[in-house]
T-cell receptor, first 113, second 112 residues
Framework: AQTVTQSQPEMSVQEAETVTLSCTYD???????LFWYKQPPSRQMILVIR??????QNATENRFSVNFQKAAKSFSLKISDSQLGDTAMYFC??????????FGAGTRLTVKP | DSGVTQTPKHLITATGQRVTLRCSPRSGDLSVYWYQQSLDQGLQFLIQYYNGEERAKGNILERFSAQQFPDLHSELNLSSLELGDSALYFCASSVEGWDEQFFGPGTRLTVL
């Protein structure tokens, strides 16, 4: 089965510090996309960052960056200079075909003042 | 604001009833997806439509059905509701299917 695993159900970080959320996936596909979505207490699902598997360069969006290790099937999210507004549930997602987006179970991140 | 709209925001109903959830995708998006998220749970994919046709089915119960209309808005119909159907129902859209999905604000369904 092709799955997405987030092994950290909960994490916390002090404001202004850096935190890394882990995600691994299992696939035999060579071309796919990976995403991180954020779900704050409002429950809105917000796209944070995307990575195309054919690109070796890690994606970056302001304070958010990924460490994409294709051979290891790992896709971690690094949040730098954490802010209180980063408190949310974070979902890793993998898209291997146009009809099949798989989500991990999520990591609940709390940023402490 | 993702550009995806969902109505209603909240819905409270009784067991055995039938409800319809509505979704309007972002302008230009042809694919619509429906997801169910129970309390503190992940997202369960229900069904996808592309340009009016069903394209993929996930863990959707037989009591649930959906359709996408010519103007590309979509409706999710839930019937013979049970307490366990209480959840947040998300609609998402994408241009086709081979790209990121943008989510609506969700409809919170409470079955009493």
């Amino acid at each position: 089965a092709q799955t997405v695993t987030q092994s950290q159900p909960e994490m916390s970080v002090q404001e202004a510090e850096t935190v890394t959320l882990s995600c691994t996936y299992d696939t035999s596909e060579s071309n796919y996309y990976l995403f991180w979505y954020k779900q704050p207490p409002s429950r809105q699902m917000i796209l944070v960052i995307r990575q195309e598997a054919y690109k070796q360069q890690n994606a970056t969006e302001n304070r958010f960056s990924v460490n994409f290790q294709k051979a290891a099937k790992s896709f971690s999210l690094k949040i730098s200079d954490s802010q209180l507004g980063d408190t949310a549930m974070y979902f890793c997602a993998w898209l291997a075909s146009p009809n099949d987006m798989r989500f991990g179970a999520g990591t609940r991140l709390t940023v402490k003042p | 604001d993702s550009g995806v709209t969902q109505t209603p925001k909240h819905l409270i109903t009784a067991t055995g009833q039938r409800v319809t959830l509505r979704c309007s995708p972002r302008s230009g998006d042809l694919s619509v997806y429906w997801y169910q998220q129970s309390l503190d749970q992940g997202l369960q994919f229900l069904i996808q439509y592309y340009n009016g046709e069903e394209r993929a089915k996930g863990n959707i119960l037989e009591r649930f059905s959906a359709q996408q209309f010519p103007d590309l808005h979509s409706e999710l119909n839930l019937s013979s509701l049970e307490l366990g159907d209480s959840a947040l129902y998300f609609c998402a859209s994408s241009v086709e299917g081979w790209d990121e999905q943008f989510f609506g604000p969700g409809t919170r369904l409470t079955v009493l």
